[in-house]
Every structure is written in C-alpha cells, then in structure tokens.
C-alpha cells in the first residue's frame, strides 16, 4: 500500500469515527452522507474517463441499481455486508457487457448509448412497481449490520456512506496506479500501438467499464440507507448530466478532483434552496469557464501549472558516443529470444475500393537477419508493414506466415504471442504514462514469451530498468513523451518493442525526423539487436542507412516488387535509381554509393 493509498484508508477510518463520537449531527450528517456518496458516483465518472476517455451519462443506472437491489435486500433482513459485493458483482456484470461494445463507436456515439441508458433506466424504475414502487417510490427497511450486531440508525447511514466512499477511493487508488490502470491508459493513449504490444482494447474497455460501474454501485447503497427513501427522480438523467458537470469542474480521472466535484454539486444547490434556477446557472458557468480555462479541470490543471513551476532541468539526449552495439546486443540478449523462425509473404495484394495499393509484392526474412524496404512515397510500403501487423487485410496472398503460423488468421494484438512485433513512424509513445511505466505496461505482455524461452525471470519493473540503462534513458525515464524531443522519443519506442520478448521486429521509418547524432543512436541499437539474433525488417526513406544496416534490401514502387538483392546490387540497380531520381539519373549512381 502506498503513501496516498494508506492517507486515504486514514483518512476515511477517521471521518467515521468522528462521526460516530457525535462531532456532527443533524444538517451536517446530511450534508456529509450527501458529499459521500455523490463523490462515489462522480468517482465512477471520472475514473472512467479520465483512464479511458469514454464519457458515460447513464451511470445513475448502476446507483440506482445498487440502491434497489439494497433495498430490497434489506427488506429481507439480508445484512448490508452481503449486499455491497452483490451489488458491485451485479452492476460491474451489466457494465461489463455494456463496455464491449465501447470500442465500436466513437465518443459521441457511445454518449448517446449511455444516454439512452439511463433513459431505459428510468422507465424501468418508473413501471417495475413491486421492485420499486414505480412514480411514487419507496420506503427503505433500516439494514442490519454484522459488525454492529443490530439495525443501522441514520447516524451508522452516514458513517457508512463515509466508509464507502473510503473504500470506492482506495478501490480506484489502486486500480489507477497499478499495472490495469497503466493498460487502460496506454489504450485511451494510442489504441493501435497498445493493441500492437498485445494489450486487447475490447476487454480493456468492458472491464474499465464493469469496474466502474461497481464503483458507481456503492453510491446507490450510501443514497438507499442514508436518505431512507428511494426516488426515481433521484436517478434520472438530469443527475447522470451533474456527475458529468462535476467531472468536468474537479478534473477527469483525479481522486480529489471527484471529492471536489462532488461537493460543488451537493453544496451549491444547499446554499441556493430559495433561489430558482440558481444552481442550474453557476453549474453553466462553471462548465463553460472550466473548459474555456482550464481545460483538465480544476485540480489536475492547479497540479501541472506546479509541476511546470517546479521544473528546472532540460532533457538530455542520447548520444552516440553513450551508447555501444555491444553492450546493446547483451541486453537485449536478456530480453528478446534469438530468432527462429522466417517471416515470410508472398504474392500479397491489398486494393481499397478501386485503389490497388500493393500488387502481387513479398519478401523473406530469415532467421536473425536483417532486411530493408525502400520505395518513394506511396510506393505501399506502410501498406505492407499494416499487413503484417494485422491492422489491414490482405485482398489476396499466396502466403503470409511466421514459421509455420498464418498470421492473417491473428488478431493484431496476438502477433506478439508469436514473436512479432513492430515500431511506428511517429513513435505513437502512450502520452498518459512516462517512459518507464511505458516499458512496464509492454514487458507483463513478453513475460510468457521469456519465460517459454528460459530468459531471465524479471518483474515488469526490472525489464523496465534494464531498458532504461542500456538505452541511456535514465534521464527522461519518469517524464512523458509529449515532454521530450522526437529523437528521444523513436529511441523509446523501440524500446518499448525490446520489452514485449519478440523475435522479429519490423520498424517503420524508425530514422525519419532525426538528427545526425540521433540516427547514429537508431542504427548502433539496431545493429545491437542484430548482433543478439533478433529479425529485423526495416522500413524507411533513409536509403543509406538501410544499406549499412540490412543484410538485403527489397524495393516497392507504386505497390509492386521493383527489385530485390544486396544492397550493393540495389545501389547500381538502374530502375531503382529512376525509381529515385527520374528519368535523368545523372550523377544519382553517385548519390547511392556516397
């Protein structure tokens, strides 16, 4: 348990025990119960969005499940012990269905399916009458406690409410900053290198979704035995909107952003009780000032302006000078299995629409070798690396294999299981996580891979470590990308591949943007990772660095096979250098071999 985890957890345990010595009574136990269980619900909302970025206004469905189903519950001298895990298992299951369908919409699509949640939420809660007393509501049976050994009275309500907005804190606390959190962040981040690195967007999603809702469950319990009636008003989509409100106000995905959230709902509309419409214009207003201002609400926006303030040391960047093939090729010996298997496509085509963007093209990488892919632009190349990751299908192909495996038969995310991994143009570095959580989230995705091949056994951590010091990362390691220079951020992501335990690394453009110095860093890792055994593909424009680096050199132009060889073949080849310099190749001979 951490230090914020173990404030929480004495915190909370101290709010109730003050309450049950009788330090607040009457309104005050009102207004605390209230703060409680709203902050449970604004928390369910934004952990939501703040690790996901999927926005939900139908989360009064799964309070007033929880509320309900304790309800009910009660009335059959069920203890409310046993009524806080059914509730959470009952509303995380609902939520969990509903969040796999997450990742087929976009954020405004999925809003609306939330809405109209809530919507279907309140029509049931309005005709189930024996469950809910429909328009008219319910009364709630006082629930026995266990641990009390007697029926709770309105001061144990309010403690329990404090108890279990303790518990939503510490549930959430450790979820977000542990190994699930970090995955449900490099997804809402960059989904496609997330699903690259093996993680499964879909389940990430459903799950991110269910645990919410079970969070959002226990807001229902504190409202059904602090309040002692059941209102369907009290869960309409009008309410599902404030939490939204509150979200936006204390900052998505922040713990004291909820409570603060949650508190301008409660106390605002307290404080104006005889004023008509009051609170609904200074909700307004704080929505529109927030998101004009402060555009990550208002605590997660105080912490980075003091973060900024705080800051005083500039990045470094990895030199060449810093960093040795051969000290590159023993760490990555640690951490990536020699290469066994050939990858392989043949006679592949993709056409899009009319477009044929890749005719009838392949290439064969043995075995710890390493191959190039040059071509101009639009020449298919990131067309045919898509394919090989399984982020485009092929229209057609003789062949597309790792060994012995199809891989258009593979989900994106299994190529990993199999030893095959990829880097991208532009990096695409989780921007929510640093570079050391980085590291982390894809070395748990190469755990089984090198444990199945007797590598090393280190924790996710350890691999993380050993990534930062043998790739001169010890710097930046805690900071984030969009914090860094892009030369630093193409070294982590391939990175970020040596964690996952691949065998065959494919890299798209991996010296595009970079510097003299920078490039020199690119091509003394790779050639470390070439010495360790590791396949390599490289994709790219820097046609003299593919020449020093591959073993053959394959050439696309406008989707088709051009040439094929060694890379002294290529530098000579006469359609390649039309290819590159037109018809008029004067001098281009010399440009090649320069």
């Keep these: 348990m951490n230090a914020l985890s173990r404030s929480l957890l004495i915190i909370g345990i101290g709010a109730a025990v003050a309450l049950l010595v009788g330090f607040a009574e009457g309104y005050s136990q009102f207004v605390i119960a209230s703060v409680a269980f709203v902050s449970i619900s604004v928390l369910a909302v934004s ?18 499940f929880g509320a309900y189903l304790s309800a009910q519950l009660a009335l059959r001298g069920w203890p409310v012990e046993v009524a806080i895990p059914l509730a959470m298992i009952g509303a995380g299951s609902v939520g969990f269905l509903l969040g796999l369908s997450a990742g087929r919409f976009s954020v405004l ?32 049976t006082p629930a026995i406690s266990l641990m009390l050994g007697r029926e709770l009275d309105l001061g144990d309500a309010v403690v329990l409410c404090v108890l279990l907005a303790t518990l939503a804190f510490l549930l959430t606390e450790i979820i977000a900053r542990g190994p699930i959190g970090r995955r449900w962040l490099a997804i809402k981040s960059q989904r496609t290198a997330a699903t690259a690195i093996g993680l499964k967007p879909q389940l990430d999603n459903a799950s991110a979704f269910g645990f919410s809702a079970a ?27 404030k939490l939204i409100v509150a979200t936006v106000v204390g900052g998505a995905g922040s713990l004291l952003g909820a409570l603060l959230g949650a508190a301008f709902i409660v106390v605002v509309p307290e404080m104006a009780r005889n004023v008509p419409a009051f609170s609904e214009f200074v909700f307004g207003i704080a929505t529109v000032l927030t998101l004009l201002f402060l555009r990550q609400g208002i605590v997660p ?13 500039k990045p470094e960047t990895p030199s060449d000078q810093a960093l040795d093939s051969r000290a590159i090729a023993q760490v990555v010996g640690t951490l990536l299995p020699p290469a066994t298997e050939t990858l392989e496509a043949r006679d592949l085509a993709v056409e899009f629409g009319g477009v044929k963007a ?29 394919v090989l990751s399984g982020f ?24 990993i299981g199999i030893g095959f991994g990829r880097t991208f143009q532009h990096a695409e570095l989780f921007g929510d996580l640093t570079l050391r959580e980085t590291f982390a989230v894809a070395a748990l995705q190469g755990a089984a891979r090198r444990r199945a091949h007797g590598l090393p056994n280190m924790t996710a951590a350890e691999v993380a470590e050993r990534i930062i010091a ?65 396949s390599i593909l490289i994709i790219d424009h820097a046609v003299q660095e593919v020449m020093g680096i591959s073993d053959r050199v394959v050439v696309f132009e ?18 390649v250098l039309r290819a590159y310099f037109g018809e008029d190749a004067v001098d281009a001979r010399k440009v090649m071999t320069a």
């Design 47 to 64: 952990t939501l969005a703040g690790l996901t970025g999927i926005w939900s206004m139908g989360h009064m469905a799964f309070v007033a």
């Design 109 to 140: 699509y999925f809003g609306l399916l939330t809405m109209a949640l809530s919507l279907a939420a309140s029509e049931i809660i309005g005709h189930w009458t024996e469950v809910t007393g429909g328009d008219e509501g319910i009364a709630v």
């Design 215 to 241: 969070i959002a469950s226990l807001s229902g319990i504190g409202i059904a035995f602090s309040i002692g009636y059941l209102d369907p008003v009290g869960f309409d989509l009008n309410m599902g909107v």
């Design 301 to 313: 926006s105080i912490g980075a302006a003091l973060k900024r303030r705080s800051k005083t040391r």
């Design 358 to 386: 890749l005719q009838g093209v392949g290439l064969t990488l043995p075995p710890g070798r390493s191959v190039g892919l040059i071509g101009p632009n639009g020449a298919g190349k990131t067309t045919f690396l898509n």
């Design 392 to 415: 485009y299908q092929a229209t057609s192909a003789e062949a597309v294999r790792l060994g012995p495996v199809d891989l258009t038969i593979l989900k994106p995310s299994d190529r």
């Design 470 to 534: 043998g790739l001169n990362l010890g710097a930046v390691a805690d900071m984030k990308p969009g914090e860094l220079p892009f030369g630093i951020q193409k070294v982590a992501d391939v990175g970020r591949v040596l964690a996952t335990g691949v065998s065959v690394v494919a890299l798209d453009e991996p010296f595009a943007g970079l510097d003299a110095g920078e490039r020199a860093a690119i091509r003394t890792i790779l050639q470390g990772m070439r010495a360790a055994g590791v």
């Design 558 to 575: 406008f989707g088709r096979l051009l040439a094929e060889g060694l890379p002294d073949e290529i530098r000579n080849h006469p359609e």
